[in-house]
């Protein structure tokens, strides 16, 4: 096989090599690689590290996002009890637009726990490598001169060699799907803080939000209230109110009203 | 035969597989060639399929690999920069 992957494995041994040349006498050369075996390994645990920090700031995104659908969801309802399909359509509108981002957050997902898993693996198998290099690398010293310890070491060295080159390869990559998702990561993390997806129509958004919350806060109240007065009068409150009608399709869309005041509206932070 | 696929380990491979493995290897510069990432894909998978089915070897081996694949993963652009490479020393293989 004289192809490609001959061709990919020649570069790997000529770094090796390279490598190699550097040390007077072959028996540093051990001393010298086992020391970057180690600062690799060091590494390859700072890499696993970065992407389980990674994949955990995911699956909190995930889970804000997965409340503010729900909240959305309630919000739309409760539009609809009180008539207001063009709010209703609006809420539902924003949940579809946040239902696709949390899409990519599941794809994301998977692929930082497959680096993770990945780099975990290389770990333990770097890690095993470097104890049985250790262990050749004492015999070598103890046995052997300089002259004749060339072979033996080069066997050793090209071994370990490849692994690391393969090792931090697969740290490389991590930390670049790392990055990558940070970056992607702040986005949402943006959205979130503002409680709102883009939306072309700016002013009008905050008079949707503000007419949305509204609606939530004052069915809040309602609930509450006869919570309350089921209370007083010994009666057990209902626990579920009577599901809302699927919205049916041919209402006119909402239309933009230009915003009296921009309201700052700082919600959406659950 | 040892063959190492890049971030997952080493594979001992018998010799009757060589033929076949030659052949995807052909299959890969020629997707290569025609810049045909989902050609390369299918000979990538094709070819880690083969070198899964040999029998793996221990994680403290100290053994140099006959070949190099990259993992399945892998696009035209990540090959052929592989392929590219110019042996700094510092780049893939760690001193």
New interface residues.
């Given amino acids: 096989m004289a192809g490609i992957f001959q061709r990919i494995s020649t570069i790997f041994r000529a770094k090796a090599d390279k490598a190699l040349d550097r040390a007077e006498d072959p028996r540093e050369t051990l001393d010298y690689s086992y020391q970057r075996q180690l600062d690799l390994l060091q590494k390859v645990r700072r890499g696993v590290a970065d992407v389980a920090t990674s994949r955990k700031r995911v699956e909190l995104q995930a889970s804000q996002l997965n409340a503010e659908v729900d909240k959305l969801t309630t919000q739309a309802q409760r539009a609809l009890e009180q008539g207001r399909e063009d709010l209703a359509r609006e809420a539902l509108t924003r949940k579809s637009g946040l239902q696709q981002q949390l899409g990519d957050l599941q794809a994301q997902h998977a692929q930082l726990q497959g680096e993770e898993e990945k780099l975990v693996r290389a770990s333990t198998r770097l890690q095993a490598k470097v104890d049985a290099f250790r262990t050749r690398k004492e015999t070598i010293k103890a046995t052997y001169s300089a002259a004749e310890a060339q072979t033996r070491i080069n066997e050793a060295f090209s071994g370990i060699s490849e692994e690391m080159g393969d090792v931090g390869l697969a740290v490389q990559r991590a930390e670049d799907k790392t990055q990558e998702m940070q970056a992607r990561a702040g986005a949402i993390d943006e959205l979130l803080a503002s409680g709102t997806l883009d939306d072309p129509s700016g002013t009008y958004k905050d008079d949707i939000t503000r007419e949305l919350d509204q609606l939530a806060s004052t069915s809040q109240v309602e609930d509450e209230l006869a919570a309350l007065r089921a209370k007083v009068s010994g009666e057990i409150a209902p626990a579920t109110k009577p599901v809302a009608p699927a919205i049916e399709g041919g209402a006119a869309a909402p239309k933009a009203q230009p915003a009296q005041q921009p309201v700052a509206d700082e919600e959406g932070q659950s | 035969m040892i063959v190492?696929i890049?971030?997952?380990?080493q594979w001992r491979v018998a010799p009757e597989a060589?033929q076949s493995?030659?052949e995807l290897?052909?299959r890969?510069?020629d997707a290569?060639r025609k810049d045909d990432q989902e050609a390369l894909q299918s000979s990538l998978a094709l070819l880690l399929e083969q070198v899964r089915a040999g029998e793996p070897l221990?994680?403290?081996?100290?053994?140099?690999?006959?070949?190099?694949?990259?993992d399945s993963s892998a696009s035209l652009d990540e090959?052929r920069a592989?392929?590219e490479?110019q042996?700094?020393?510092e780049?893939?293989?760690?001193?």
């Fill in positions: 190492r890049l971030g997952e380990g060589m493995l030659n290897d052909d890969v510069a290569l221990a994680d403290d081996d100290l053994v140099e690999s006959d070949l190099i694949i990259p090959v592989f392929l490479e042996g700094n020393g780049g893939l293989i760690p001193g």
